[in-house]
T-cell receptor
Framework: AQTVTQSQPEMSVQEAETVTLSCTYD???????LFWYKQPPSRQMILVIR??????QNATENRFSVNFQKAAKSFSLKISDSQLGDTAMYFC?????????????FGTGTRLTIIP | GAGVSQSPSNKVTEKGKDVELRCDPI?????LYWYRQSLGQGLEFLIY????????KSGLPSDRFSAERTGGSVSTLTIQRTQQEDSAVYLC????????????FGEGSRLTVL
């Protein structure tokens, strides 16, 4: 079974600074996808960024980028120029690239607070 | 509607009663997921549907939990004989067939069992 581990339950950073959230995962498969989801205090989860395991290039979405280290099974999220609206729970998630197994597994989350 | 709609948004019930939670996915989304989130915790997978079929029911905590999906659209999660440990936010999500892992979530149904 695949597992996702987020070892930082809480983090805080000053507005405009850069912060990195950690995620590791465990799988014996080679084809999969990784994601970061954000859950603001309003509760609704939204997708932040996606990474295909077969791609060596790290994904980037505006101020959000990832550092994907496949051999180390590490998938960290970097938020640059952090803003107050980035305050949220962040979840790392994993899914196999397998038509018959489409279960998305989440980590336990990191609560990020941006300090004005 | 434009997004995933869940109802009720809040439900308070007494221990032992049955509850039904409804999810209306985004039109055209073939896959539908149910997760449970306890206070301040991560997301616990319950079940997912591809069309009306549920290939993976492995996350349902007990036989008191069941789910169905009809017409490839609306899904209902039913909890029978509710227990206090069932108190949580139940999240529904849907996605397009070929967008692996890219889930669109509803706002959830908060269940409180007294």
């Amino acid at each position: 079974a695949q597992t996702v581990t987020q070892s930082q339950p809480e983090m805080s950073v000053q507005e405009a600074e850069t912060v990195t959230l950690s995620c590791t995962y465990d799988t014996s498969e080679s084809n999969y996808y990784l994601f970061w989801y954000k859950q603001p205090p309003s509760r609704q989860m939204i997708l932040v960024i996606r990474q295909e395991a077969y791609k060596q290039q790290n994904a980037t979405e505006n101020r959000f980028s990832v550092n994907f280290q496949k051999a180390a099974k590490s998938f960290s999220l970097k938020i640059s120029d952090s803003q107050l609206g980035d305050t949220a729970m962040y979840f790392c998630a994993f899914i196999l690239d397998d038509f018959g197994n489409e279960k998305l597994t989440f980590g336990t989350g990191t609560r990020l607070t941006i300090i004005p | 509607g434009a997004g995933v709609s869940q109802s009720p948004s809040n439900k308070v019930t007494e221990k032992g009663k049955d509850v039904e939670l409804r999810c209306d996915p985004i039109s055209g989304h073939t896959a539908l997921y149910w997760y449970r989130q306890s206070l301040g915790q991560g997301l616990e997978f319950l079940i997912y549907f591809q069309g009306n079929s549920a290939p993976d029911k492995s996350g349902l905590p007990s036989d008191r939990f069941s789910a169905e999906r009809t017409g490839g659209s609306v899904s209902t999660l039913t909890i029978q004989r509710t227990q206090q440990e069932d108190s949580a936010v139940y999240l529904c999500a849907s996605r397009e067939r070929w967008r692996t892992g890219e889930l669109f979530f509803g706002e959830g149904s908060r269940l409180t069992v007294l």
